[in-house]
């Protein structure tokens, strides 16, 4: 019998994430506005900012897509492996 997953991460783990998400991205924009340079520059690093954002949620997308895979994957092969030792029968003779 397969034991369900546990799942490690705790709810104040996912409120510190977001919390420090929300504050990297808060100052980086912050940097940007208060920028002594042209605004064709400060535009620049806005969609620099933005991009790389942007990127970071799908690279996280993409990580829990394949660990989530992953996951049914083992169970699947778990599931397999204990119809097999359930079916087996040792003192069965071999014809």
């Known amino acids: 019998m397969s034991t369900p997953t546990k799942n490690?991460?705790?709810?104040?783990?996912y409120a510190q994430a977001g919390i420090s998400f929300g504050l990297a991205l808060l100052s980086m924009v912050v940097?940007?506005?208060y920028l002594p340079v042209d605004p064709?520059?400060?535009?620049?690093l806005a969609l620099g900012t933005l991009y790389l954002t942007?990127?970071?949620f799908t690279l996280a997308k993409c990580v829990r897509d394949a660990?989530?895979?992953?996951s049914v994957?083992?169970?699947l092969?778990?599931?397999r492996v204990d119809k097999i030792l359930a079916?087996?029968?040792p003192f069965r003779s071999v014809s």
């Not at 490690?8 to 783990?13: C, D, E, G, L, Q």
């Not at 064709?40 to 620049?44: E, Q």
């Not at 660990?67 to 992953?70: H, K």
């Open 77 to 79: 092969d778990q599931a």
């Open 40 to 44: 064709w520059v400060r535009a620049f």
């Open 87 to 89: 079916d087996h029968d």
């Open 54 to 56: 942007t990127s970071a």
């Open 31 to 33: 940097a940007v506005l």
């Open 8 to 13: 490690p991460t705790t709810s104040a783990f």
């Open 73 to 75: 994957v083992n169970r």
């Open 67 to 70: 660990q989530e895979t992953s």
